[in-house]
């Protein structure tokens, strides 16, 4: 049983283009959402966090859908910087819950 | 800006060997976190702490790990009799306090390598 599940990818977009990623989590008690990334051999790192109503950051941009258990991140104008592994994540009441991730490798 | 700190960045033990991986969350964080990451895996939860106790730990904690906070600042991972299979990537990580949205910030990791 998969708890937060993502398609590994890579995924390849040259400079400037737009590129999605999705994620499924199974526990519906779960409390927030967040989105992390990773660079190669790093710790995570907070890129947002993921609410109901949406939320926008920048070129990134999160959706929530808690009927669907469905969680989204857009990202716009992609740059070279933004080559990593996306991780989705899920909270409880104190711990996180996290995706294998998504690469994503921005080319010139 | 303050982070969290881990020493040392790359561990190599013997089997059956102890190890103690250390770790100083942001100063005034309340929650103290570690994960590990085995190589090409996902991060994976294995302990919380809060207020010098084990709030939540995973199926993966077993006895041969514990966790303590031996002064006001450090807190460290100790596992006693290491096996191959923990070779990963192991991230302290700290939170402030209360809500759920609090974000969890992580160390940048100890590479532990067992032969």
């Known amino acids: 049983r998969k708890e937060v599940e993502q398609d590994p990818g890579p995924f390849n977009v040259p400079e400037g283009a737009t590129v999605a990623f999705n994620c499924t989590y199974s526990?519906?008690?779960?409390?927030?959402f967040f989105w992390y990334r990773q660079d190669c051999r790093k710790e995570p790192k907070l890129l947002m966090s993921?609410?109901?109503s949406g939320n926008e950051d920048g070129r990134f941009t999160a959706q929530l859908n808690r009927a669907s258990q469905y969680i989204s991140l857009l990202i716009r104008d992609s740059k070279l910087s933004d080559s990593a592994t996306y991780l989705c994540?899920?909270?409880?009441?104190?711990?996180?819950?996290f995706g294998k991730g998504t690469m994503l490798l921005v080319s010139p | 800006e303050p982070e969290v700190t881990q020493t040392p960045s790359h561990q190599v033990t013997q089997m059956g060997q102890e190890v103690i991986l250390r770790c100083v969350p942001i100063?005034?964080?309340?929650?103290f976190y570690w994960y590990r990451q085995i190589l090409g895996q996902k991060v994976e939860f294995l302990v919380s702490?809060?207020?010098?106790?084990?709030?939540?730990k995973s199926e993966i904690f077993d006895d041969q790990f514990s966790v303590e906070r031996p002064d006001g600042s450090n807190f460290t991972l100790k596992i006693r009799s290491t096996k191959l299979e923990d070779s990963a990537m192991y991230f302290c990580?700290?939170?402030?306090?209360?809500?759920?949205?609090?974000?969890?910030?992580f160390g940048p990791g100890t590479r532990l390598t067992v032969l």
């Open positions: 990580a700290s939170r402030v306090a209360g809500g759920y949205t609090d974000t969890q910030y």
């Open positions: 526990n519906s008690a779960s409390q927030s």
């Open positions: 993921v609410y109901s």
């Open positions: 994540v899920v909270k409880g009441y104190s711990t996180l819950t």
């Open positions: 100063s005034n964080h309340l929650y």
């Open positions: 702490f809060y207020n010098n106790e084990i709030s939540e």
